[in-house]
């Protein structure tokens, strides 16, 4: 683990390697039945998480160790870096918790405002090496080197990653009332997977909007790239 700078994130660098990228319709059935109803002669499971596939990485990388972090993000805005203050705020059915905590990773921002944090990163880094990972390159990070479901096994904790149970009675889905429904800080549960990287599953949800086309999906982790 490296950290270039007092407000850089911490970087893990990554071994090369191979490993089966995709996964099996039947493995996303739940997630699948969980967001819409079955259809007759539509098979559950989404079919863009597959087909499974050999990818080898095979140059020097680093990835963020953590979700980049409100402290983090709000660095580049004090500095002129980054043009959006984001908001903390989630709003609930009960009104708003905050995710403001110094550690929690940093909500509300745009693949523009990503664009910026990493420029600026650059800059103070003085070099042109961090970038976003690529879709192959952060499911590698994902794994881990494992080769189970998850990067800590075949099944999860929430003391291992903050994500929502749903339970399945009576034809519909509802959510544990013990689920925490907002981010965690990045150090606050056994998250970390073989090589050191912490909630590559779970915590804040990663989702395009309206992006510039062709674009890549935002992920919560930065990539640092060694030439």
Request: hydrophobic residues 35%.
């Amino acid at each position: 683990m490296f950290q270039e700078c007092a407000d850089c994130p911490e970087m893990i660098v990554l071994p090369s390697g191979s490993f089966t990228m995709g996964a099996p319709l039947e493995e996303s059935a739940a997630a699948f039945r969980l967001l819409r109803k079955p259809e007759l002669g539509v098979p559950d499971g989404h079919p863009h998480e597959g087909p499974e596939h050999e990818v080898t990485i095979d140059i020097h990388i680093a990835m963020g160790r953590n979700e980049v972090t409100y402290a983090e993000f709000l660095a580049c805005v004090e500095d002129g870096g980054c043009t959006h203050s984001p908001d903390p705020g989630i709003l609930t059915l009960t009104g708003f918790v905050y995710a403001d905590d110094p550690r929690s990773p940093v909500i509300d921002v745009s693949y523009i405002d990503v664009l910026e944090y990493v420029a600026w990163l650059n800059h103070i880094t003085d070099t042109d090496a961090y970038r976003l990972p690529t879709e192959a390159e952060w499911e590698y990070g994902a794994y881990g080197g494992a080769d189970t479901k998850f990067d800590q096994g075949d099944s999860l904790t929430t003391e291992q990653a903050n994500f929502g149970i749903f339970h399945h009675r009576d034809g519909g889905f509802f959510p544990d009332r013990n689920n925490r429904r907002m981010p965690v800080p990045v150090d606050m549960l056994d998250a970390a997977n073989a090589w050191g990287l912490r909630h590559m599953a779970g915590n804040v949800l990663e989702k395009n909007h309206v992006l510039p086309s062709p674009a890549p999906s935002w992920p919560s982790h930065l990539q640092r790239l060694f030439s």
